[in-house]
Each structure stands twice: as structure tokens, then as C-alpha cells.
């Protein structure tokens, strides 16, 4: 059987290395112009991302959310730091509750115009989770533990990635909203949608994991 599977690999590299790959003749076309005027997003990234590789961009967000069940697994018989240290000294709080505040405006600048310019649901839940981040080396523990509860940021986690599971398979479906006028908010159908979806899920996913590493670990 192992023959079997040497013949298959080189009649594979074979393949790869003598066989000429067949390319289409792009000289009249441009693939960003493309996927701009398919799309409707002057931001070729958000429309590939969102459109082009959705299917790609699904299991993305499945990904990141089995690693944040997988932190809370691993460490659920762990026993509890004894004592967490914060800041506490004034500039190092004001600095970091700064940078919190730049960090949660640009998420959420990203959010709602990342399909418009450089930017996107990815980064602005990293910008997100930054700012919480920051806040969490500033605040304590149990402060941030019962805001989480009190939002009920675990279940609009949850609800943020049906949400955009059952957008996205809507879409690849066939069945997408109307475009609108390119370069303005509310252009490109579905899109500025899952960019705020995608969001809400990887700041409030990354709150989470904070909070279960600095309740087993403490701040490192």
C-alpha cells in the first residue's frame, strides 16, 4: 500500500514542477477592479474576505470561537490565582484607560467603516479586545467578571456568530441584498453587516479569554 502512496506523491510533484500551470488572460482586466464592482466595496480586502472566500471566512469564525471554549476547558481544573495584582499607580492607569479609549473608538471606527477604507471586522475586534485588555491591567477582577454577567457578553457572543452563519450561508445561497451607491455607509448588501458581526464577536470572545486566564493565571 505504502507504493501506492510514494507513486501518488510523485506523480503529483510531477505535476506541480513539469506540468504548466493553465492561467487566464487578465491583461484586459483588473482582479482588485473586479472584486470592487462585484462587491460594492471600494475595499477589495473586506469584499474577498466577506464575499469571494466567505466559505473560507465561516470556518474562521467557527476557529475562534472552539479556541475559546478550548482556553475555558483547559483550564476549568485549575485552581484559581490566589491573589491578582493590577495597576496602581495613577499615570499607569490613565495611560492605559487612554489607550483603552483610542483603541475601543478605533474598533468601533473599523467596525462600521472597514468596508469603506483600510480596515474590517478582524481588526476592529483585535482593537476591541485591546481596549478591554487594558482596562482589565487597570480594574479589578471581580469588577470586570460581573460587568461581563451583567451585559450578558457571553450570549450576544453567541448570538453575534449565528447571526452571521446564517447571513453568510444566506448569501452563498445566491440571495444578496442591493448593493446601493459605491463609497457610501450603507453600500455593499451584506457586507458592513458581517464586518460589525465579526466585530462584536472578536472583542467580546477575546473579553472572555482574558477573563479566564487572569482568574487562573493572574496578569502575566
Known amino acids: 500500500m505504502k507504493w501506492i502512496y510514494i507513486a501518488a506523491g510523485i506523480a503529483l510533484y510531477v505535476k506541480f514542477m513539469v506540468l504548466p500551470n493553465p492561467a487566464a488572460d487578465l491583461s484586459d482586466m483588473s482582479i482588485v477592479e473586479s472584486v470592487v464592482q462585484d462587491s460594492g466595496v471600494p475595499n477589495a480586502v473586506s469584499g474577498i474576505i466577506f464575499r469571494n472566500r466567505l466559505y473560507d471566512t465561516i470556518f474562521e469564525v467557527v476557529v475562534f470561537s472552539i479556541a475559546i471554549m478550548g482556553a475555558k476547558f483547559l483550564l476549568a481544573d ?11 499607580d495613577k499615570p499607569s492607569i490613565v495611560l492605559a484607560r487612554l489607550g483603552a479609549t483610542i483603541a475601543a473608538l478605533v474598533g468601533i471606527e473599523l467596525a462600521i467603516r472597514g468596508h469603506l ?3 474590517g471586522g478582524f481588526a476592529a475586534g483585535v482593537a476591541g479586545g485591546t481596549a478591554i485588555g487594558l482596562v482589565a491591567i487597570t480594574s479589578s477582577f471581580q469588577w ?3 460587568f461581563y454577567k451583567r451585559w450578558q457578553a457571553a450570549r450576544w457572543e ?6 452571521f ?4 450561508v444566506i448569501t452563498l445561497t445566491g440571495v444578496e441584498l442591493p448593493q446601493g451607491e459605491l463609497q457610501t455607509l450603507v453600500s455593499a448588501a451584506v457586507i458592513p453587516i458581517l464586518n460589525i458581526l465579526v466585530a462584536v464577536k472578536v472583542a467580546l470572545g477575546s ?5 479566564v486566564f487572569i482568574h487562573h493565571r493572574g496578569l502575566l
Not at 453567541?158 to 447571526?163: A, D, E, M, P
Not at 452563519?165 to 453568510?168: G, Q
Open 165 to 168: 452563519i446564517v447571513l453568510a
Open 144 to 146: 470586570m467578571q460581573g
Open 207 to 211: 473579553w472572555a479569554v482574558i477573563l
Open 117 to 119: 477604507s483600510p480596515g
Open 78 to 88: 485549575e485552581k484559581p490565582f490566589c491573589t491578582i495584582y493590577q495597576f496602581t
Open 158 to 163: 453567541k448570538v453575534s456568530v449565528l447571526i
